[in-house]
């Protein structure tokens, strides 16, 4: 479904800017943190998935000092892992190089949805996990940019008579907690947060889109190209479908947070 070379190269593009908006991996990794902290336990050597610009390794060190041991930032883009020390590696989810049960603590953040296997990436970090070991992942679900998508269809529809996809699917909240389930992970949690931003214009969106490396990478590519008076149509309905009172358009980001243990024997509770 998804072209993972272009999704590096969107990545690698993003890097430079991508402090501009950085908000809601930000707002991810703040979230990780604190899920961290009451637990009662370290974790001597943990990964962070997408680590991009190592927000993470920041939310620790205010959040859950001393929590963890050593921390390796893994991202597919080698441009978001550069300017900054510390045990770095360019990994891509859908194929993890590390050995079986070698980590205590895997996080992925905001990666998860560009994945062709969601199942088959968490089977993954499950098998790198030590017995007992967490898994904390963050991932963008389905209602995410819903007015985007909405007003979209509706341009295509009106001009082109028909809608096909230009937006990148997201996973379904509702069977989150599910997939940690098929892939292993025991007493699976799966947390939503809703998140709302509004902007001058959707062009103000979009530009967000492209400094986060988050637009589409579909693998199938629409067949009729996203001309100027498409795009200006689908600006108009936005602003008509959902602009507020002071002409600001929303945009909805919906972070779905998930947690499990990896099984130690026969057990299913964690430490």
Request: hydrophobic content about 45%.
């Amino acid at each position: 479904m998804f072209d993972r070379g272009l999704h590096r190269k969107r990545l690698d593009r993003a890097a430079r800017d991508y402090p501009a908006a950085d908000f809601l991996h930000r707002r991810a990794v703040e979230d990780v943190a604190e899920r961290l902290a009451p637990i009662r336990r370290t974790f001597p050597l943990a990964a962070c998935l997408s680590a991009r610009a190592g927000a993470f390794a920041e939310a620790l060190a205010a959040e859950a000092p001393g929590q963890v041991g050593k921390l390796i930032e893994a991202d597919l883009s080698h441009r978001m892992l550069g300017g900054r020390g510390g045990p770095r590696l360019v990994a891509d989810e859908e194929r993890l190089p590390f050995a079986e049960a070698s980590l205590d603590l895997i996080v992925s953040i905001l990666g998860l949805h560009w994945t062709n296997d969601v199942v088959g990436a968490l089977i993954q970090a499950r098998r790198a996990l030590k017995p007992d070991g967490l898994f904390i992942g963050a991932f963008l679900g389905g209602v995410t940019l819903t007015e985007l998508r909405q007003s979209l269809v509706a341009a295509e529809s009106e001009i082109l008579g028909g809608a096909g996809s230009r937006v990148s699917p997201f996973a379904d909240a509702a069977d989150a907690a599910g997939l940690l389930q098929r892939a292993g992970f025991v007493q699976p949690v799966a947390d939503i947060d809703t998140v709302s931003v509004t902007y001058a214009h959707p062009l103000k969106l979009l530009a967000d889109l492209r400094r986060m490396g988050e637009t589409s990478v579909l693998a199938e590519r629409h067949p009729k190209p996203l001309t100027r008076a498409l795009l200006a149509r689908t600006f108009e309905l936005y602003a008509e479908r959902f602009g507020g009172a002071d002409g600001r358009i929303p945009a909805t980001f919906e972070i779905v947070t998930l947690t499990g243990w990896a099984p130690a024997g026969g057990s299913q509770a964690p430490p």
